[in-house]
């Protein structure tokens, strides 16, 4: 399942979610238009490691953010390892992988669009902490 997010594409693997398509479509559609905060979807989450990153990632509040070396800790495991489970979330924004930047900067993002659409769903949310990108 595919959203213009910005002016980007924005997939969504909707088999990692147990409501129907037009549920999903109704509340992503929400969150993106800045009408909804909270999602009411429920995710299946993915055996192993970047199952226990997403369950993090879901933790966090909108409008904040945590560090890739955060979440690293609460999992006992290693930043970089973190930023890879991140990569491989399928259920942007649901699972708001965005929400996780580096100590010194945006870090990346794995969806079309790249660092500029983390950029901007940040923004939507009014993150407290969105690091400007280091040269």
Do not use: W
């Amino acid at each position: 399942m595919e959203f213009d997010a910005f002016g980007y594409p924005l997939s969504l693997d909707e088999s990692r979610v147990e409501e129907s398509g037009r549920d999903v479509r109704s509340e992503v559609r929400a969150y993106l238009d800045g009408e909804r905060e909270v999602f009411d979807l429920t995710v299946d989450y993915p055996e192993g490691f970047v199952g226990d990153v997403m369950r993090v990632m879901t933790s966090i509040p909108y409008g904040e953010t945590m560090t890739y070396g955060e979440v690293a800790a609460e999992l006992d495991s290693a930043a970089v390892a973190v930023g890879q489970a991140c990569g491989k979330n399928p259920v942007p924004p649901v699972v708001p992988c965005h929400r996780v930047v580096a100590a010194d900067g945006l870090g990346g993002y794995s969806g079309e669009g790249g660092v500029e659409l983390k950029r901007r769903l940040l923004e939507l949310e009014g993150a407290g902490r969105v690091p400007q990108r280091k040269l």
